[in-house]
């Protein structure tokens, strides 16, 4: 089992910056793919980022590229999201997910989940 937690949320002003974290515990997910997913009120879950285990591949939605990059430090069992320039439309609940497979961008095919934390971007 791995368990995964979210920190690093808050708010933040549009323009402005945050760096999210999720730290995994129990079982190595360091030859795995972990993501970023977001959902925002009223909506479904979406993908917004992920990468491989090595960090040698990334995929990003369309709406954050160029903006977003996401890393990872297995020594740490740790996955970020360095989130920069970022508007009202960014505002959502964010989750880590985490697979012992290779990359993938549908919720579905990710087996561990965090609890989320809660981005809000003012105007």
């Known amino acids: 089992q791995v368990q995964l937690v979210e920190s690093g949320g808050g708010l933040v002003q549009a323009g402005g910056s945050l760096r999210l974290s999720c730290a995994a515990s129990?079982?190595?997910?360091?030859?795995?793919?972990m993501a970023w997913f977001h959902q925002a009120p009223g909506k479904e879950r979406e993908f917004v980022a992920a990468i491989s285990w090595s960090g040698g591949t990334t995929y990003y939605a369309d709406s954050v590229k160029g903006r977003f990059t996401i890393s990872r430090d297995n020594a740490k069992n740790t996955v970020y999201l360095q989130m920069n320039s970022l508007k009202p439309e960014d505002t959502a609940v964010y989750y880590c997910a985490a697979r012992t497979r290779r990359i993938a961008t549908m919720g579905v095919d990710y087996d561990y989940w965090g609890q989320g934390t809660q981005v809000t971007v003012s105007s």
């Open positions: 129990g079982r190595t997910v360091s030859n795995g793919a």
